[in-house]
Each structure stands twice: as structure tokens, then as C-alpha cells.
């Protein structure tokens, strides 16, 4: 509010001395400029403004409105405060790891990579992650480990028992 009241005390002087004086008016005749039909300006403007209306008119599908409204939650989501903290940091903590000798190193492997990178490739890898995401539970994890601590002794076991067969065999 105090912007405009400034504007208003910095420009009334530049208008009070542009202003012509009465005495000036009456002084010069009138004159008056012949115009242009105003139907040849407003038939123009309309004809620039309708395309602008057909192509807004477009926007009106509600579809393009429920994906305008996805888009600026999503956003909303993303600019949020943990996410974009959490984004931050990740970018902070990556661009260190973006060396230019990675970069170099990396930009060499790219086109032997790319001929992995197949649709099918990526059908079989989401395949393969998803199977490992079904097999990997917790309860398969826990028995795998009790397996492994159970079978740690028998090792041992057998490390001796070779051991000492390799020992008599050299005469050790």
C-alpha cells in the first residue's frame, strides 16, 4: 500500500506540468483526426483472440483438469518440507561423487551398456527383482541364517579332517 501512495507522490508532478493549460486549449482549434471504422479494428481483434479462445477452450476436458490437478499435488508432495529436504541433501551428498574422472570413466562404459538395455533385458531383470522380492521374506532370510549357523561347526569339522589327511599324505 505505501508503494502506491509513493508512486502517486513521485509521478503527480511529471502529470501537473504535462498537462496542457486551459489558456493553451482554448487557444489552438480543434482538431480532429479522421479514424478507421472501428468494425475493421474490433473484426481483427477478434480474429487474432479466437484462436486463443479454441485453444483454451481445450483445457475445459475434464481430463486435462484431473491431470493438471495430479500434477500440482505431486508437486506440492515433492516441495514439501521433508521431501525437499530430504531431495537436497541428496543432490548436496551426489555431487561430490560426480567427479570428472567418473564421468569420463562412465561415459567409456556407456555404449557397451546400452546394448544390455533391451526391453526384454528389462522385462527379465524386473522379473528376476520381483521373484527375489517374493523369496527374500523374513521368514526365509531367518531360516537361511540358522542353516548357516548350524552348518558352521561341520565345516569346521571337515577343514580338520582334511587337514590331517593332507598332513599324512605329504608326511607332514
Known amino acids: 500500500m505505501k508503494f502506491f501512495r509513493y508512486l502517486t507522490a ?9 498537462t496542457p493549460s486551459l489558456i493553451q486549449l482554448a487557444a489552438e482549434p480543434n482538431q480532429v483526426q479522421p ?26 476436458d475434464p481430463t486435462v483438469i484431473s491431470d493438471i490437478k495430479v500434477v500440482v499435488v505431486g508437486l506440492a508432495t515433492v516441495f514439501s518440507g521433508d521431501t525437499a529436504n530430504q531431495t537436497k541433501t ?26 544390455l538395455l533391451t526391453s526384454d533385458t528389462i522385462k527379465e531383470i524386473g522379473t528376476l527383482l520381483t521373484n527375489a522380492n517374493n523369496l527374500l521374506t523374513d521368514k526365509f532370510v531367518s531360516q537361511v541364517t540358522e542353516l548357516i549357523n548350524d552348518v558352521a561347526p561341520l565345516v569346521s569339522a571337515v577343514a580338520q579332517v582334511i587337514t590331517t589327511l593332507i598332513s599324512a599324505v605329504l608326511g607332514g
Open 10 to 18: 513521485a509521478l503527480l508532478p511529471v502529470f501537473a506540468f504535462a
Open 35 to 60: 479514424r478507421a471504422p472501428a468494425t475493421s479494428d474490433i473484426t481483427s481483434l477478434l480474429g487474432n483472440i479466437i484462436p486463443d479462445i479454441q485453444a483454451l477452450t481445450s483445457l475445459h
Open 90 to 115: 541428496l543432490i548436496s551428498e551426489a555431487s561430490g561423487l560426480l567427479t570428472p574422472d567418473l564421468v569420463k570413466s562412465v561415459s567409456g562404459l556407456l555404449p557397451s551398456v546400452t546394448s
